[in-house]
């Protein structure tokens, strides 16, 4: 059966489109689709290309996260507006290749994928999916899209097999739901490794079985494609950086700011006061938005700020440099950094230090440690204040007793298991909230 998104702004729900498309002799057609890429959209061919009027779609516009209602054929919201393609992949040869256009065969389905390139990259502000090959197996997949009979965006989950360059779902697999007409287009999708992966396209269906194409068919054009589409979103309006250290400069006037790989820093000439830091991002990591009054840039792939009066680190995940650095701070000190002891160790960590052997080490041999754990603490008393100074509880006796036999036995360093408690799940999650807009810091120029 399927079930009604009530939420469409949750992520991966907020990178699914709504497609309106519209044909030269005015037909207006509707179908699904998911953002695949900062600016990409797939979609199935026949969505876009129907050679019984006109061919092409004259115009085609995608509703990110909307709530369309097919059984009254109303648009009830677009939280985030609407969008016009500027550029088409598709495969109209391979999808009407036979005499009968209203239905795609058994042997079109395989090409009934289409990618649309827009101008502007919403996906910074909604997610979006990845794309996956190599899945030829059976397993539980879920679907989504706008069919005429439902009342929103809706969702199923289906049993699949993959054969031939298409998935299949049959009704006989009991639980397994699918969705009609208007679901063109839409995903299916499995999880990757916790990120939402789309194995395949709604092309077709009937009362007992449905059909997508398998992206894995056409897996190497359509990476081609994403790649090639960011020259939609290119000139003054896209700056990407090298993968070098890169120092970029920011505008707060709608860029798109790529770092691609390295250390990279966005400058910008106003203090922290005059810019807003908040995460826009979600299928992808390291995407925030810096504003000022009702413009700003979008950043990915920056780790650094710099502003006129203080830095400030994106690169706030426990195996991250700066996150690592905060965290063990918390950990050691039971405080927050100052700026300026930030930047010194920060760029310790971004030259090459160990976090153990020079950072945490360097933490445990000062007297502010000292005063905290005490001169030479014991195996069991050091254990015993890391779980109350870095956890806030006592610690379980199961741990607690693991954790002394490891020092005991001499295979870790008190240091060591200072960097273990600071930065694993639970000790990373206690200071979580407080950098998620990034860690503030004094550059330290040595």
């Known amino acids: ?92 040869s391979e999808v009407f290749s036979d005499s009968n256009n209203g239905t795609t065969s058994w042997l079109e389905v395989p090409s009934d994928i289409a990618l649309l390139g827009l101008t502007q990259p919403v996906g910074f502000t909604t997610g979006w999916f990845g794309l996956t090959s190599g899945q030829n197996q059976l397993q539980w997949a879920t679907e989504l899209g706008y069919p005429v009979e439902g009342t929103g965006m809706m969702s199923a989950d289906v049993f699949t097999h993959s054969t031939n360059g298409r998935w299949i779902s049959s009704y006989s697999h009991f639980g397994s739901g699918s969705l009609g007409a208007g679901s063109s287009g839409g995903p299916l999708y499995i999880d990757n490794n916790n990120l939402p992966a789309i194995i395949g396209v709604k092309s077709s269906g009937n009362s007992e079985v449905n059909y997508w194409a398998d992206v894995d068919f056409k897996y190497a054009v359509l990476q081609d494609a994403i790649l090639s589409n960011d020259h939609l979103i290119g000139g003054s309006f896209l700056i990407t950086g090298t993968n070098d250290n890169d120092r970029l400069i920011g505008t707060q006037t709608n860029r798109v700011i790529d770092g691609l790989s390295g250390i990279d820093t966005v400058v910008y000439t106003v203090p922290l006061a ?34 006129s009066d203080i830095n400030v680190a994106l690169d706030i995940g426990p195996s991250q440099n700066a996150g690592s650095v905060y965290m063990l701070y918390k950990a050691a000190f039971n405080r927050a950094p100052d700026e300026g002891g930030m930047g010194y160790w ?13 950072i945490a080490q360097g933490f445990v041999n000062s007297g502010e440690f000292t005063a905290k754990y005490g001169a030479n603490p014991t195996n069991a008393s050091y254990v015993d204040k890391l779980y109350l100074n870095v956890l806030g509880r006592a610690g379980e006796a199961e741990g607690v007793a693991y954790w002394n036999q490891q020092l005991d036995a001499g295979n870790i360093s008190k240091a060591a298991v200072l960097v273990q408690f600071a930065t694993l799940a639970e000790g990373a999650s206690l200071v979580a909230d407080l950098i998620a807009n990034g860690i503030a810091y004094e550059e330290w120029v040595g």
Do not use: C, W
């Not at 005059?274 to 504003?291: E, L």
């Not at 920060?346 to 020079?358: E, P, R, S």
């Open 274 to 307: 005059q810019a807003d830091i908040f995460t826009t991002g979600n299928h992808q990591t390291n995407v925030m938005s810096v504003t000022r009054s009702s413009s700003g840039d979008t950043l990915t792939n920056i780790e650094r700020l710099a502003f």
């Open 346 to 358: 920060l760029a310790q960590k971004d030259g090459g230090a160990n976090i153990v052997t020079d």
């Open 1 to 92: 059966m399927s079930i009604e998104i009530t939420n469409t702004q949750a992520y991966p729900y907020s990178a699914v489109v709504y497609v309106r498309s519209t044909f030269s002799d005015g037909r207006i057609s509707i179908g699904s689709g998911a953002l695949v890429g900062k600016n990409d959209v797939l979609t199935a061919t026949h969505v876009i290309y129907q050679p019984d009027h006109g061919g092409y779609a004259t115009s085609v516009q995608v509703f990110p996260g909307a709530d369309f209602n097919g059984t009254r054929s109303v648009l009830e919201s677009s939280p985030y507006g609407s969008f016009y393609t500027g550029s088409t992949l598709a495969f109209p």
